[in-house]
């Protein structure tokens, strides 16, 4: 996966907003004024990319378990946030799917309201 298809990926769902809240190299993808997904810009230009992403705890753990690649969140809550190191092990297929579940955690996250408006 390159960064392109990753931004886009991210972008393609629905009310996400981009930012850089922390430092003009962290680029993060919010839903409803949450985070889901990061990543630093520089990694990926170093050839070492990898996302931060949140995820079911008990998925998490069984993910982190089968996958080298999959690691506790990095500067993160260790229980809801894995970093995924992209282009090794894990498929983008794969990915995806956890772009798509960190998504909709944060999504169900939010008030009804907050979530009938997006």
Partial sequence: MNLETYYEYCLSKKGVTEYF???EDTLVF?????????????????G??????????????ELRAEYDAIQPGFHMSKTHWNTIAVNTSVSD??????????????F????KKL???I
């Fill in 48 to 61: 070492q990319p990898s996302v931060n992403l949140k995820c079911d705890p008990e998925r998490a753990q």
């Fill in 93 to 106: 297929t794969l990915v995806k799917e956890l772009i798509d579940h960190s998504y909709e955690l944060v």
């Fill in 30 to 46: 919010k839903v409803g004024g949450k985070m889901f997904a990061l990543s630093s810009l520089s990694q990926w230009e170093k």
């Fill in 21 to 23: 809240p922390f430092d």
């Fill in 108 to 111: 169900k996250s939010l008030t």
């Fill in 115 to 117: 979530q009938s408006e």
